[in-house]
Nanobody, 115 residues
Framework: QVQVVESGGGLVQAGGSLRLSCAAS????????MGWYRQAPGKQRELVAT???????NYAESVKGRFTISSDNAKNTVYLQMNSLKPEDTAVYSC?????????WGQGTQVTVSS
């Protein structure tokens, strides 16, 4: 049974930090990449950051210099360190696990940044 479980969301003041974690289990195919996406109310889901199995990272322009994605391949876990948070970062953050065959999504974790 495939499980993709996020944790670490919450409420934080502007300028603060949060660290999200995502652990994947039960995936039988080789994982090519893992990443974070977010969806704010009334908006489409957007890419935040991705990291390949080899460590290549990609960030949305809006989070460059503030967010850092990292992973532990042995644990099939990906992290998102979010610093200097802004109210516009408020969204549901979802983890995506991409294999050669298909992708898997977690349920999402709410991040709320107050001004």
């Amino acid at each position: 049974q495939v499980q993709v479980v996020e944790s670490g969301g919450g409420l934080v003041q502007a300028g603060g930090s949060l660290r999200l974690s995502c652990a994947a289990s039960g995936i039988v195919y080789s994982i090519n990449a893992m990443g974070w996406y977010r969806q704010a109310p009334g908006k489409q889901r957007e890419l935040v950051a991705t990291i390949t199995r080899g460590g290549t990272t990609n960030y949305a322009e809006s989070v460059k210099g503030r967010f850092t994605i990292s992973s532990d391949n042995a644990k099939n876990t990906v992290y998102l360190q979010m610093n200097s948070l802004k109210p516009e970062d408020t969204a549901v953050y979802s983890c995506n696990v991409m294999t050669w065959r298909t992708g898997y999504w977690g349920q999402g974790t709410q991040v709320t940044v107050s001004s």
